[in-house]
C-alpha cells in the first residue's frame, strides 16, 4: 500500500540534509569530464507547489528550508556547500516550488550525465513525468517502476561512474529490511557505486520503528565499505517527540564530502535552532568504516 505523499513534507529539514549531501555527491562527480549516472530509487514527485493544499497543510519548509533561506547572510560567507544548496533552491522558491531530488539532480548534473528517477506511486508518477517532462532535458528517464528493481536492472551503468539515492518513505517497518538488502544487490553487480541512505531518528513512540533506523545503519556498516553518517536533530529525543531529526548514510563516499557536509550542517543548524524556542537543534558526523 503506498500511502505516502512527500508534499506534506517538501523543503523541511530532512529535505534539507538529504538535498545537501545529495548535491555534494553531485558536485564531486562533476569533477572530472567522464558522464556518470545518477538514480533516484523513491523520486516523489520531482518538484512542490508550497502554495498546494499538501505543503501548506502543516507548513514544515517554514521550519526547514525558509529558515536557512532568511537569515539573510550574505552566500559569500557561507560554507561553499550549503551556498550550492540556496543558490540551486532560490529560482525554484522564487516560484514558491522547492525541489525534490529529481529537480535538483536534473539541475545539478551536465547534459551528458544519465539520469534514472523510478516512482512507484501512479499519481506521484504521473506528477513527477509532468514536472519533469517540462524541463525537456536530454539523459533522463523517467521509470514507474519499483526503485529496487530498477537498479538490479540498470546497474551497473556504463561508464561505471555513478551514485544511488535511496529515500523510501518508511512507512512499512519492513521498509528497513529492503534497503539492506537493495544495497547488498548493488554492491554485488557495482562495487563503485556511491550511496546515500536517507533515514528518520525516530522516538520510542514510533513503536516498532524506534531503533529500526540505527540497525540498519549497522547492517549497511557490515557490508564492509567506507561509509560514514551526518545526523541532525531539531529537537531532544523524548520518548514523545516522535521524528526528532534524521540522517544520511553514505556508502563508498566521495573524497571531502564528510567534512564539506559538516560545515554546512553546523551553519544549518544554527538557523535551525535560532528561532525555535523549544528546539535545541545539533548535529553530528561521524565515520563507520574509515577510508584508508
Ligand atoms: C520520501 S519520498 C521521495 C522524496 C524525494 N526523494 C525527494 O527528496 O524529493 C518517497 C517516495 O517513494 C515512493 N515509493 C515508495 N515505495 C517505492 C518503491 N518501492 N519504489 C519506488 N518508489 C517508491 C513513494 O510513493 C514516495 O513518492
Keep these: ?16 540534509i538529504k538535498h545537501l549531501c545529495w548535491i555534494g555527491v553531485i558536485n564531486s562527480l562533476k569533477k572530472k569530464d567522464k558522464p556518470f549516472t545518477l538514480f533516484d530509487t523513491h523520486a516523489g514527485a520531482g518538484t512542490y507547489d508550497l502554495n498546494d493544499a499538501m505543503s501548506s497543510k502543516n507548513k514544515e519548509y517554514e521550519t526547514g528550508i525558509s529558515r536557512i533561506i532568511n537569515t539573510g547572510a550574505e552566500h559569500d560567507s557561507l560554507p561553499e556547500l550549503l551556498k550550492n544548496y540556496l543558490t540551486l533552491c ?33 499519481a506521484e508518477f504521473d506528477k513527477l513525468e509532468a514536472n519533469m517532462g517540462k524541463l525537456h532535458l536530454r539523459k533522463m528517464h523517467v521509470h514507474k517502476r519499483d526503485g529496487y528493481e530498477g537498479l538490479r536492472a540498470l546497474t551497473p551503468p556504463k561508464p561505471n561512474r555513478g551514485a544511488i539515492l535511496i529515500d523510501p518513505p518508511y512507512e512499512r517497518a519492513s ?51 567506507p561509509c560514514f553518517k551526518a545526523e541532525i536533530c531539531v529537537e531532544k529525543n523524548t520518548p514523545e517527540a516522535g521524528m526528532y531529526g534524521s540522517g544520511v548514510f553514505v556508502l563508498n563516499p566521495p573524497w571531502q564530502l564528510d567534512s564539506q557536509l559538516e560545515s554546512a550542517l553546523q551553519n544549518v543548524v544554527l538557523q535551525l535552532g535560532a528561532k525555535s524556542s523549544d528546539s535545541s537543534a545539533s548535529t553530528h558526523v561521524s565515520w563507520i568504516n574509515e577510508d584508508h
Excluded at 500500500?1 to 534539507?16: E, I, K, R, W
Excluded at 522558491?93 to 534514472?116: E, F, V
Excluded at 557495482?190 to 524506534?210: D, M, T
Design 90 to 122: 532560490e529560482p525554484f522558491l522564487a516560484k514558491h516550488q522547492y525541489p525534490g531530488s529529481p529537480a535538483i539532480s536534473a539541475t545539478a548534473k551536465r547534459a551528458t550525465d544519465n539520469l534514472h528517477l523510478m516512482e512507484l506511486h501512479p
Design 175 to 225: 521498509e528497513y529490511g529492503e534497503v539492506i538488502k537493495g544495497v547488498e544487490q548493488v554492491f554485488k553487480r557495482w562495487q563503485q557505486a556511491q550511496i546515500v541512505v536517507w533515514y528518520p531518528l525516530l522516538s520510542e513512540r514510533a513503536g516498532a520503528k524506534h531503533g529500526a533506523s540505527e540497525l540498519m545503519c549497522d547492517k549497511l556498516a557490515a557490508l564492509g565499505k
Design 1 to 16: 500500500m503506498l500511502s505516502y505523499q512527500h508534499a506534506f513534507h517538501a523543503g523541511n529539514h530532512a529535505d534539507v
